[in-house]
């Protein structure tokens, strides 16, 4: 969880990422965000985050994403 | 027949007349009928041909994605119903598009709203084969979904996924949905008549003959063409809103007070939405997460380092979205440059954001989200947006470049008060009802971009203060825009798509 948490600090500094369940709907996390961020989850857990994942509903929240990559067969 | 003639009334009126007498379980039918009707009589047999074409195509291709997706093929066999009709449905859009360059004889070939179904439609196929959709059965359901008469000109491009099961529900009428659908309708037609038609014969004026102006004046027009552009083709969306309400079809919404943005992508984000997440889910994040720029991300990486590097792809999925943003909106050497430009300023804007964020805190601008900031966020915007415009609306390239050279170069400020202004086409009286209603859109915008719904409050107040708002709408409407206006000549301008 921590090395997930580093990635989102580092893509904004200034958001609350464990409070937050609104991600996508509050437009904290753009497309371009998205690009980047599926970048660093793939190289960082070994995963492969592909088009039909990128729903609103598996990037709302730091959990729904921890959820997406466990489904995925990632240790976290 | 368009929205603002008087036989579109007569239609309606004998549409809602047929809907709400029909039983139940044939009302999505009398709304399938009312659509070709509809189409009929704004482009005749050729456009008809065309939309059943699109219609024909998709359904086939809809089951053979469907039956596919079932049979659990490979990935490269489930693409080849993507690739036959998306190809031929593309393919004839860009013919349609391209007609005058392609085969000059034949000139600019019309076909009212083919970019919106087309779009809608390969929308639906695409989500099938990625399985978010169920496949249509009825081909007359597809059909409507297709070509349901109030969005079928001018959008929004809404997902099956979101309109279907209204549009088949045959609701019945509803008090309350049918004021609040009025009231959408009557902001529309107040929108359309009162500002933009106001705003149409300076711009057509300035755009037309920009050589007898300075910058002064070319840059006020380019700013009233702005408004005319958001109050023309948001207007038109909301009377398409409204009547589609008083149906009982909820359509997604396609503006969200654009001049409030406070970056060229926030901007994207709250103009033609439709449009914008259609071109993010159908074309950005393919292109973005496809194979072949990931490779190119990797080894980009490790090259230019890792912010850059990670950037690279991304760039090229952004330049990609707003080239096809550009050929969207048409033909022409100036409506390309306004696409590229506005891939070339986003993609910018993401590699000098370290920069942008030092000059913040120098500047001592906190952020984009409240107080000087975000007014500093809005102005530079609305700058770059009007930059864009001078390519948006030129006549051609070299048009616009020389509008932009006029403004640079011959600025001429005292025309703006030296009456120079009121040899444009608008006298006093034009302006003064242009302003006032601009002013009532700001209102409205402050007010909705802070989340209060406008007509809700509107319900929950006094019937007196209820009467005298929707009067005063409906008189200008009526007296501004169609006594006194022009409303007859000007049609919508994204009709035209």
Redesign the interface.
């Known amino acids: 969880m921590e090395k997930l948490l580093g990635i989102l600090k580092n893509l904004h500094s ?1 958001v609350a990422w464990a409070n937050e369940t609104a991600l996508i709907d509050d ?1 904290l996390l ?3 965000d ?3 961020l ?2 660093d989850l793939n190289d960082t857990f070994g995963v492969c985050v ?3 994942h ?1 729903e609103p509903d598996n990037f709302n929240s730091v959990d729904a994403i921890a959820a997406l990559l466990r489904s995925l067969g990632a240790e976290i | 027949m368009s929205f603002i003639s008087p036989s579109f009334f007569i239609f309606l009126a004998g549409s809602f007349a047929c809907f709400f007498l029909a039983p139940k379980r044939a009302r999505w039918f009398v709304l399938l009928a009312a659509s070709y009707v509809f189409y009929w009589f704004v482009g005749g047999l050729f456009a008809v041909s065309a939309i059943t074409f699109t219609i024909l195509t998709i359904y086939l291709s809809g089951l053979w994605a469907g039956a596919l997706r079932e049979r659990n093929a490979s990935k490269w066999i489930r693409r080849l119903p993507l690739l036959f009709c998306l190809t031929a449905n593309f393919g004839l859009l860009f013919f349609f598009i391209f007609s005058s360059y392609i085969v000059p004889r034949l000139g600019m070939l019309l076909i009212p709203g083919i970019s919106f179904y087309t779009f809608q439609a390969a929308g639906y196929l695409i989500d099938i084969y990625r399985g978010k959709v169920a496949v249509e059965k009825n081909p007359l359901k597809l059909a409507l979904f297709l070509s349901f008469f109030p969005q079928l000109v001018q959008g929004p491009i809404s997902r099956h996924s979101e309109i279907a099961s209204d549009l088949f529900a045959g609701h019945g009428w509803d008090w309350e949905r049918s004021r609040r659908g009025v009231q959408k309708m009557i902001w529309g037609y107040f929108m359309k008549l009162v500002i933009a038609n106001y705003a149409a014969p300076l711009v057509n004026n300035v755009f037309s003959y920009y050589y007898n102006h300075g910058g002064a004046i070319i840059v006020f027009a380019v700013f009233v063409y702005s408004i005319q552009i958001y109050a023309d083709f948001a207007g038109g969306i909301n009377i398409t809103m409204g009547i589609a309400e008083i149906l009982g079809v909820k359509l997604p919404e396609n503006f969200r007070q654009p001049f409030f943005a406070n970056s060229l992508t926030d901007f994207w984000r709250r103009w033609h939405i439709t449009l914008t997440r259609w071109l993010r889910d159908y074309l950005f994040y393919p292109i973005a997460l496809s194979k072949p720029l990931g490779m190119f991300g990797k080894v980009s990486r490790k090259i230019f380092g890792n912010r850059i590097g990670k950037m690279l792809p991304t760039s090229i999925a952004t330049f990609c979205v707003y080239f096809a943003m550009g050929v969207w909106h048409g033909a022409g050497a100036h409506i390309l440059m306004f696409g590229i430009l506005n891939g070339a300023l986003i993609t910018a804007g993401l590699f000098f954001e370290p920069l942008t964020e030092r000059l913040r805190k120098l500047t001592r601008l906190r952020g984009e989200v409240s107080g000087k900031g975000k007014m500093f966020a809005i102005l530079r915007t609305l700058g770059l947006m009007m930059f864009l415009r001078y390519f948006a609306r030129a006549e051609s390239l070299s048009h616009a470049w020389g509008m932009l050279r006029q403004t640079f170069t011959d600025f001429r400020l005292y025309e703006l008060w030296n009456g120079s202004l009121l040899r444009l086409e608008l006298s006093g009286f034009d302006y003064a009802v242009l302003a006032f209603g601009v002013i009532l859109l700001f209102i409205r915008d402050i007010i909705t971009e802070n989340e209060i719904d406008c007509r809700m409050q509107l319900n929950k107040s006094r019937p007196i203060v209820q009467f005298a708002v929707l009067t005063v709408l409906l008189l200008s409407v009526t007296i501004f825009g169609i006594y006194y206006g022009d409303a007859l000549s000007a049609d919508f301008i994204y009709a035209a798509h």
């Open positions: 200034d437009g753009d497309s371009f998205i690009i980047a599926v970048g592909e088009l039909e990128l």
